[in-house]
């Protein structure tokens, strides 16, 4: 039998059991006899329990928990501690090569002030700002400055699931901004993450929210790979409306793949040597109407144009409607068409799903189908048919049972089912008049 | 040379807490003073003109959330936990979202339907979407199959 400790699964250039013995320390302060003061205890956990038969006739049967929780009022209204994380354990064969697996999503303390919307955070930590989308073992401080300016930073090792071993040891950046209240954001950030002396990743960016226009808005950024030495991506949005009922979105984007996927570690996504290749280019058009029929009903059609320097053109549009009233239930039906250049970009797509409410139990159905053009491993169609029952045993408990029907190219039928229990608990304990 | 570099940082730190101390704004509220209970209610320009009524929930702001992620996450988390935004954006993955949240139809979550065979597609068509989520972090289940 494989096992896994706690933290083996990511990697990060800090041990695992450092992040253990913070954890330890931090539950260890809370259960002081010198944390006399009041705390708030907030979270969900979510148990799910599965059955599925693999392609290699192995039956799974995995338990997956997942919690997450805030502390606040740690010592101070502006101390705060967040969790989130998950563990698996296979009760009958192993699944994905692990019998049990976990992961710490995020586990850090923060300190949120009531001015100049200053942030410290400390410890395992998502970080989005401009070009970062990180998690890091680390810490990041984020405060406004004066006359709109604002300024964030952080520095830390960064964590990743699997390494091929070429990821960095330490990473750090930061974002500069300015904002003119209702009207404009702009950012500049940098991000670096070095690899014992050399620079593994240097990324530069720009990102903007103006608002020129009453009902115009236009959001977007670019990315530039200093390693590379070429623009990694532009992308924005203009969004127009409403008009009375209706609102349109238009979208742009340009990638170069050479910058784009030059600090991947997936292999998959490597250039060299890759399935993907380095001179491509691709740029995508989108347009989006939508139009709100009544407070209910939404209907809504998109189109998107892929061009790419050198696998052709993609165009993929189509239409949706939705439905939806508050504690009662709602439906969704949307229908799409790729046009791609080879066999495999060329499809249709169809999904028809419902949910109702009966009290404290409900109902959801939902059918996905794509019909290909063309036979892929002896088939031309992959869909999936989910089954969903919930019941709210009580405001704070609540279970739910989904089975999945699917057949793909594949699989020639594939039944997976889930009994999922969620549990959310809000308490507070501690403090001058006592535990509650 | 190392002490004016020391000396230089010293100065910009100095510089940096003098603005901190000449700003005056108000910190974003740490929870949204009215609870939202569903996606519907989630129209923030029903009670606000200015560039909070920019985060409508609308059925395209899955489209538009990462400009505001990447400028704003404080807003974000004035109504939703770290773990909303793990859901999808996990560093390692046990159960897709769409997989987690069945009773859940209506959210746009990614991965729904045979995607197992879908993402060979997805991939072709765009695969700097794999890239932001898979590129070098959540990819144990794509090193399966793709070494």
């Given at each position: 039998m494989k096992t896994n400790s706690l933290l083996s699964g990511t990697k990060s250039s800090s041990p695992p059991i450092r992040m253990a013995a913070f954890l330890i320390a931090f539950i260890l302060l809370l259960s002081s006899p010198l944390a006399s003061w009041a705390l708030t205890l907030t979270g969900e956990s979510n148990t799910f329990l599965g059955a599925r038969q693999l392609t290699d006739k192995?039956?799974?049967?995995?338990?997956?928990?997942?919690?997450?929780?805030?502390?606040d009022k740690i010592g101070d209204n502006r101390v705060s501690f967040?969790?989130?994380?998950?563990?698996k354990g296979d009760l009958r064969d192993e699944s994905y090569g692990k019998r049990y697996d976990a992961d710490i999503e995020y586990a850090y303390l923060s300190f949120k002030n009531d001015r100049n919307n200053a942030i410290v955070n400390l410890g395992r930590l998502l970080v989005f700002e401009g070009v970062a989308t990180e998690r890091i073992d680390g810490i990041y401080a984020k405060t406004d400055l004066k006359r709109g300016f604002g300024l964030s930073g952080y520095v830390g090792s960064p964590v990743e699931s699997v390494s091929t071993g070429d990821?960095?040891?330490?990473?750090?950046?930061?974002?500069?901004s300015f904002q003119v209240p209702a009207s404009l954001v702009v950012g500049a950030s940098y991000l670096m993450e070095t690899k014992g002396s050399s620079d593994f990743r240097k990324e530069a960016g720009f990102d903007v929210w103006l608002n020129p226009l009453k009902k115009a808005v236009i959001t977007g950024k670019s990315s530039y790979n200093a390693v590379t030495d070429g623009w990694m991506e532009h992308a924005y949005l203009l969004t127009l409306g409403p008009f009375g009922n209706l609102r349109l979105n238009s979208d742009a984007s340009w990638i170069n793949y050479k910058d784009y996927f030059a600090s991947a570690t997936t292999d998959v996504f490597k250039l060299t040597p890759g399935i993907l290749d380095p001179s491509e280019k691709v740029r995508t058009l989108g347009?989006?109407?939508?139009?709100t029929i009544n407070e209910n009903l939404v209907a809504s059609a998109d189109y998107k144009n892929y061009s790419y320097s050198l696998a052709g053109a993609a165009d993929y549009y189509g239409a949706n409607l939705t439905y939806s009233v508050p504690e009662k239930g709602g439906a969704g039906l949307s229908?799409?068409?790729m046009n791609g250049g080879t066999d495999k970009l060329r499809y249709d797509e169809f999904r028809v799903y419902g949910f109702k409410k009966f009290g404290k139990a409900d109902l959801t159905l939902d059918f996905h189908d794509v019909d290909y053009d063309s036979v892929i491993s002896g088939i031309k169609s992959a869909y999936v048919a989910s089954l969903a029952a919930g019941y709210n045993v009580t405001q704070k408990f609540r279970m739910v049972a989904n089975m999945d029907y699917s057949r793909n190219p594949i699989y020639d039928r594939d039944i997976r089912t889930f009994l999922r229990l969620v549990y959310r608990f809000d308490t507070t304990f501690g403090g001058a008049k006592g535990a509650k | 040379m190392k002490n004016i570099k020391i000396m230089v940082l010293l100065v910009l730190f100095a510089l940096l807490l003098g603005l901190y101390a000449c700003a005056d704004t108000n910190s974003i509220a740490k929870v949204h003073p009215?609870?939202?209970?569903?996606?519907?209610?989630?129209?923030c320009s029903t009670c606000h003109e200015n560039?909070?009524?920019?985060?409508?929930?609308?059925?395209?702001?899955v489209k538009r959330h990462k400009f505001f992620a990447a400028q704003k996450k404080q807003a974000c988390n004035v109504c939703h936990t770290e773990s909303f935004c793990t859901d999808c954006h996990a560093a390692k993955s046990g159960l897709s979202p769409s997989d987690k949240y069945k009773d859940s139809p209506e959210r746009p979550y990614p991965h729904r339907g045979a995607y197992l065979t879908q993402h060979m597609i997805d991939g072709r068509v765009n695969p700097a979407l794999c890239m932001k989520c898979h590129g070098r972090h959540n990819n144990e289940r794509c090193i399966t199959c793709h070494r």
């Open positions: 192995s039956n799974i049967v995995p338990v997956y928990e997942y919690l997450d929780f805030a502390v967040h969790f989130g994380g998950w563990g990821s960095g040891d330490i990473i750090y950046g930061g974002r500069a347009e989006e109407v939508a139009y229908v799409h068409r | 009215v609870e939202i209970k569903e996606l519907r209610e989630a129209v560039e909070w009524a920019a985060l409508d929930h609308l059925n395209d702001f």
